[in-house]
Nanobody, 124 residues
Framework: QVQLVESGGGLVQAGGSLRLSCAASGRNFRSYAMGWFRQAPGKEREFVAAISWSGGTTYYADSVKGRFTISRDNATKTVYLQMNSLKPEDTAVYYC?????????????????WGQGTQVTVSS
């Protein structure tokens, strides 16, 4: 079992940056693929980025590619999402998720554990 707690959200102007953190607790963190998802009001939760257990493979949604970077530190059981060049359309609640499959995926339903989310608001 893995518990996930996100932090780092807030209000930022368009063009600005934020770094989200996801602190994990529980055993076997190194064996989990990790993902970031987001959900805007009135919309479905959508994939943002994912990283394999080793950090060697990453996936990004087309909408954030080149602006966001996912990384992980297995020693501290933390996953990060560096968000640069933020746009108003990036406004959403951002969720961290863990998947105990060896196959890295963009599919929301494949992730087994979720954090409570952190709000990111980008003003124009």
């Amino acid at each position: 079992q893995v518990q996930l707690v996100e932090s780092g959200g807030g209000l930022v102007q368009a063009g600005g940056s934020l770094r989200l953190s996801c602190a994990a607790s529980g055993r076997n963190f190194r064996s989990y693929a990790m993902g970031w998802f987001r959900q805007a009001p009135g919309k479905e939760r959508e994939f943002v980025a994912a990283i394999s257990w080793s950090g060697g493979t990453t996936y990004y949604a087309d909408s954030v590619k080149g602006r966001f970077t996912i990384s992980r530190d297995n020693a501290t059981k933390t996953v990060y999402l560096q968000m640069n060049s933020l746009k108003p359309e990036d406004t959403a609640v951002y969720y961290c998720a863990a998947d105990d499959s060896i196959v890295l995926t963009r599919t929301t339903g494949a992730y087994d554990y979720w954090g409570q989310g952190t709000q990111v608001t980008v003003s124009s």
